[in-house]
């Protein structure tokens, strides 16, 4: 069962280029977050999803766009990269019928210069 | 808006002493409340969770919370800590449906452990 599945694990982006993070869960879970993570900050939800068709903004959307076209997929995308988006980009998923905990990947760590 | 503070950022124990880490939630109803073990490196592990019922919850590694609904707390306890517990620890609050369905985290505390 691999669970919540992250790519890349690592990419090095320069100023103004875009990217798309991708993130894919095969548990059937109608929620999904992307958190960012910086040091000393904790985790920071950027968007989340509560099902495919619905997406919602949370506290650090800026820079940031999401879809949710199926329930598997999760992607975020930056559209111009800038140096404060360096961070490790963590997504989630959650079952909230079944009242579980969110299940992480093991992340995106992406650096802007 | 909900929100979670774990006061303490950086906290040392010697191995085989015992462990408090702190957390304080805001939340409108009752929270589902989580703590979290995150290695160097790595992705978050849960530990334990509390949604309904027993107000002591039980989770991996020797880890046990108290739910106190007075004191909007959910602290984090271990009798005797070992020295592979040294990570960081994040508490998280959410809820069930609508706004509250996004997980809110603290900004966790870093265990350090000595031997």
């Known amino acids: 069962n691999a669970g919540v599945t992250q790519t890349p694990k690592f990419r090095i982006l320069k100023i103004g280029q875009s990217m798309t993070l991708q993130c894919t869960q095969d548990?059937?879970?109608?929620?999904m977050y992307w958190y960012r993570q910086d040091p000393g900050m904790g985790l920071k939800l950027i968007y989340y999803?509560?099902?495919?068709?619905?997406?919602d903004k949370g506290e650090v959307p800026n820079g940031y766009n999401v879809s949710r076209s199926t329930t598997e997929d999760f992607p975020l995308r930056l559209e111009l990269a800038a140096p404060s988006q360096t961070s490790v980009y963590f997504c989630?998923?959650?079952?909230?019928?079944?009242?579980?905990?969110?299940?992480f990947g093991q992340g995106t760590r992406l650096t802007v210069v | 808006a909900q929100s979670v503070t774990q006061p303490d950022i950086h906290i040392t124990v010697s191995e085989g002493a015992s462990l408090e880490l702190r957390c304080n939630y805001s939340?409108?109803?009752?929270?589902?409340l989580f703590w979290y073990v995150q290695s160097p490196g790595q992705g978050l592990q849960l530990l334990l969770k509390?949604?309904?019922?027993?107000?002591l919850v039980q989770g991996i590694k020797g880890f046990e919370a108290e739910f106190k609904r007075s004191q909007s707390s959910f602290n984090l306890r271990k009798p005797s800590v070992h020295w592979s517990d040294a990570a960081e620890y994040f508490c998280?609050?959410?809820?069930?449906?609508?706004?509250?369905?996004?997980?809110?985290f603290g900004t966790g505390t870093r265990l350090q452990v000595t031997l």
């Open positions: 548990m059937n879970h109608n929620y």
């Open positions: 999803s509560v099902g495919a068709g619905i997406t």
């Open positions: 509390y949604f309904s019922g027993d107000t």
């Open positions: 989630a998923s959650r079952d909230n019928t079944r009242n579980t905990e969110a299940f």
């Open positions: 939340y409108g109803a009752t929270p589902y």
């Open positions: 998280a609050v959410g809820g069930s449906t609508g706004t509250a369905s996004k997980l809110t």
